[in-house]
């Protein structure tokens, strides 16, 4: 048993969606988020930036006496992730586009992935499409401005749409009956997507598989706390917080941090 929090960290309020699955998995945690969203999109970043960024969140997160932590972005998992494992002696949990269940289940062996350009030109996402793509089409996609309309409120302009539209044809024309979403944002934008696909798509976000193994670990390392208590959360970003205000409700708090190097 620990009541320590899990912490939780993102770009903005991608991981937002992530941690909702979690929290309905761990109803008795307690749990630490925090938005980087001074820094947002991680997507546009090179490598060694999402990377310092990541260390910068983590050190502020095991300050909070975190007793896990989840990279809820794709862009910081597969950029920086395998590094925090490294340097530092707690459980991390990340997330990767689900390339493998949409590979497994496709009848027509295409396969769509929209991600960020962060996420696509990472060494873990090739690794990732080798590894499971064999015999697959994967027609990839980079998502550019979804995250920073997300971050805005900009979820149902029509702008948004005919982004969604151009990128997500040239998968459907070459046959793609799955859609991966390779960022934490993107599942904000499920009921639009619903709306432009055909039927026949299925759109493909490991959410669920993510809070299933944070369970596992927290089991594993006898880490969970029991039945009986009311999980609480504790929101932070390091930007400005209206949108994730929108996000969160009016009801929870948002406290604002400076996290430097």
């Not at 008795?28 to 930036?49: C, K, L, R, W």
């Not at 046959?175 to 944002?185: F, I, Q, Y």
């Not at 993510?210 to 029991?226: C, H, M, S």
Request: neutral net charge.
């Amino acid at each position: 048993m620990d009541n320590s929090p899990i912490g939780v960290f993102d770009s903005g309020v991608g991981g937002l969606s992530l941690l909702q699955e979690i929290k309905a998995l761990l109803p008795n945690e307690d749990f630490v988020y925090i938005a980087d969203n001074a820094y947002s999109p991680y997507g546009a970043m090179t490598s060694s930036q999402i990377l310092d960024r990541s260390k910068l969140l983590t050190k502020w997160l095991i300050a909070q006496s975190c007793k896990i932590i989840v990279v809820a972005c794709n862009t910081a998992t597969t950029n920086a992730i395998s590094i925090l494992r490294e340097e530092n002696n707690l459980s991390f949990v990340g997330i990767e586009p689900a390339i493998k269940p949409a590979a497994l289940q496709t009848k027509t062996s295409v396969v769509g992935v929209l991600a960020t350009k962060g996420t696509l030109s990472s060494s873990l996402f090739h690794e990732t499409s080798n590894a499971y793509g064999q015999g697959i089409t994967i027609v990839e996609k980079e998502g550019k401005h979804l995250v920073q309309m997300i971050e805005q409120g900009k979820i149902n302009d029509r702008e948004l749409r005919l982004l969604l539209h151009s990128y997500t044809k040239p998968m459907i024309d070459q046959g793609a009956d799955h859609l991966v979403l390779g960022c934490t944002h993107y599942p904000f934008l499920t009921p639009v997507l619903k709306e432009i696909l055909p039927d026949h798509v299925k759109i493909v976000d490991c959410s669920k598989a993510v809070a299933q193994q944070v369970e596992r670990i927290l089991k594993r390392k006898a880490l969970l706390r029991p039945e009986g208590f009311d999980g609480e959360t504790t929101y932070y970003c390091t930007g400005e917080s209206n949108t994730m205000q929108s996000f969160v409700g009016h009801g929870n708090a948002i406290k604002k941090v400076s996290i430097l190097g």
